[in-house]
């Protein structure tokens, strides 16, 4: 099994330890997102939880039962080809496990793609592992950029919530009747841009998709702490930090994409 990458061990008397793997995270990270795991690290060490950080990548076996959280960001379209059958020939079955089991999965742009069932890439149909019933296509239009919001509703949370940050798709991700939406455009384009959606998660939560970068979680610290208690199967929410900087920052990006 690949050795962690990243490894900060918890506070003395706290015991616990977030467990990520980071999937093909040389191939699927051509936006920067791995500042995603970073803001999860250092979330995890201000409030003195340790944190393991492991890659798997091409023919690299996962362990369902050794992760708390699997992230995986998008890549170029040769190198996300390359992923997705090795997803599908050598990752499938555990991930599907460690979702089952109620393991938090994580995938923005080409990785969100990649837990549907498909992704028709011109002539070429990439295979997805069928985490989420979606299906997307490249469209020949025009990609579908910009600054972005949408308002969320997650298990566990008072009310609906605000995620923003940045888009940039050529795909259109389309998807099946009965499967829920990750949030409801605010500002921007979402999945298709038509069809007033963003993004998708399975019914508890825990295996989200989303095409928003920014990265994703520095612009939203409130979803990295929620999804690192769902991640440790926390029932009460993390402690509070000192987020006047996070704060800023997600104001900013809502401003960005036209919301005060």
Known sequence: MPEPL?????APGTGRTLRVCALY?????????????????RRCAWR??????????????????????????GGQDRD????????????????HAAAARGAVVLAVCGGYQLLGHSYELGDDLL????????????????RLIGNVAIEVELPGLDGP???????????????ADGQPALGRVLKGHGNTGESGTEGAMSPTGT??????HGPLLPKNAWLADWLTQRALGLEEPLAP?????ESAAHASAKAAAGLS
């Open 207 to 212: 295996v989200i998709g989303t095409y928003i």
């Open 241 to 245: 930090l000192d987020d006047a900087m």
């Open 48 to 73: 003195g939880i340790g944190f393991e950080l492991t890659g798997a990548g091409l023919g690299d076996a996962v362990d369902p039962d050794a992760h708390d959280l699997f992230y995986m960001g």
């Open 80 to 95: 996300q080809a390359l992923c997705a059958q090795d997803l599908v020939d050598t990752k499938r079955e555990a991930i």
């Open 127 to 142: 295979p997805g592992v069928g985490l989420l019933d979606l299906k997307t296509v490249r469209h020949d239009g025009k």
């Open 25 to 41: 995270p040389d191939l699927m990270n051509i936006y920067a997102d791995r500042g995603n795991l970073l803001l999860l690290q």
């Open 161 to 175: 919530r605000v995620v923003a940050g940045f888009e940039n798709h050529g795909g259109r991700t389309h998807l």
């Open 6 to 10: 990243l490894q900060t061990p918890p």
